[in-house]
């Protein structure tokens, strides 16, 4: 039989796509409950709501699963699965939605969209801005339509408020797509002047109402500093990253491009490279980004979306049916190329949580369950000791039995918030760094500690 790219290629394609990615977030479930993920799991199941925070009210979305678990009474471990598969199960749903619109350039870079984003990104499914670049994208299919009813209206509208309230870096993946559909229906519409008083609107909403936290993202607050030390030695480095971590997106940019160049679309060709640039300027404008980094892959996340949409609708499309289909199993093999290299991208995770792991084992031989270690006992190069180490170890020590749980904290907690009432308050739990609870604060029936003080926890590596 010919193999031939069409649907039923797309559907099979996607469905082991997903099969995959879920039995991923099933296997390293513990390790995907790192620094936000477990704030925002640990605060939804404990208060039985959606913990939504800066006006992001698309975290519901990412707390979904987890949120309806508890409130079926689930145990604490399938919660944990079920939080780590959630953002699987969402971007599935989006895919099948393309599939649904016969959108097939758009299915495709939904999936690239989960895949094209740097490895170390698997540890941290919470994240707001992914959910919202997937909104971003459908918004996009939406726009390929010739004739838009009202409903299509309405859909583009509730699509790109939820985009823009996703995070401040969206903006600019609204406006690209904005700038690509002006450009491509070569007019300014009255869906584009609805599109231009949103993202205006929303702007001065969010100025208005900024907080120090967003505000640092995109550098509206701190004068975008670091771009004012740009020299060559940091081009350099942002060079060699993007190469290193980002050559598939560079790749694609580069072949978007060249189509371009030879279908005389220029103009576009500029929207795409020179937002591409700006989004990379805009990540530095605040902190140098010029290093891998958890934090840089969350913050360079929309330059997967600035390079994927472009190639699939204007490259990956326009193409003869031989030539796309060796296009497509180019990619599905850059695909499973990624898959090979997920497991050892997060093994210092790994790690990590086998560490955890041993030290809420060493706690269990003691009477108690509030304990303090000194991580300069065990620190290594994976332990990566964070200000959730609370809220991880509490969620770790429940999930094998209510009576299981632990609080423990480290040394480095203890000296920030410079609290001697941990050691004297038999009520106190510390929840995270500054943030303290008490025991009648905590949902009983997954959070149950014994009343006592933290004690000095002996642990060595």
Known sequence: MKFTFNKKTVLIYGGLFFLIQCIFAIVFYRERLFTDCSYYLLNTINSGWFCIMHQRFILGLAELLPFI?????????????????????????????????????????????????????????????????????????????????????????????????????????????????????????????????????????????????EGAKVGWDVGFNYLKQINGSWLGSIGLLLIHYYWVLLLLIFLTCINYIITKQYFRGVIVFFTFVAM???????????????????????????AVVPFFYDTFRPMKDKTKTIAFVLFVLVIGY????????????????????????????????????????????????????????????????????RSIITDEDNSQMKSTAIFSDTSIVVWRQFDIKHTKDLNPKYFRLQSGVYKPLDFKE
């Open 69 to 213: 678990g508890s409130h079926l009474g689930l145990p604490l471990k399938a919660l944990l699965i079920l939080f780590s598969l959630n953002n699987v199960l969402f971007f599935g749903v989006m895919f099948l939605i393309m599939l649904k619109r016969n959108d097939l350039p758009g299915a495709l870079a939904m999936t690239a969209l989960l895949a094209f984003a740097t490895l170390n990104l698997f540890v941290a499914p919470i994240i707001e801005i992914w959910y919202g670049a997937a909104f971003a994208i459908l918004l996009y299919s939406i726009l390929q339509k010739e004739l838009l009813t009202k409903m299509d209206y309405l859909w583009i509208a509730l699509l790109e408020i939820t985009v823009l309230f996703s995070h401040p870096e969206n903006f600019i993946l609204i406006g690209f797509f904005t700038l690509l559909d002006i450009q491509k229906k070569k007019a300014f519409t009255r869906l584009h002047a609805m599109m231009v008083v949103i993202i205006i609107a929303c702007g001065i909403f969010k100025y208005l109402t900024l907080d120090s936290y």
């Open 280 to 306: 990379i300027a805009l990540v530095n404008s605040v902190e140098a980004n010029n290093v891998y980094s958890l934090y840089g892959s969350v913050m360079y996340l929309p330059i997967v979306s600035i």
């Open 338 to 405: 990624r898959f090979y290299k997920q497991p050892k991208a997060i093994s210092s995770w790994t790690a990590r949580v086998g560490q955890l792991e041993r030290i809420i084992s060493a706690s269990d031989k003691e009477q108690g369950s509030k304990f303090m270690v000194d991580s300069k006992k065990y620190a290594k190069y994976y332990s990566k000791i964070e200000w959730s180490y609370p809220m991880e170890t509490l969620l770790l020590s429940a999930e094998r039995g209510n009576g299981m749980a």
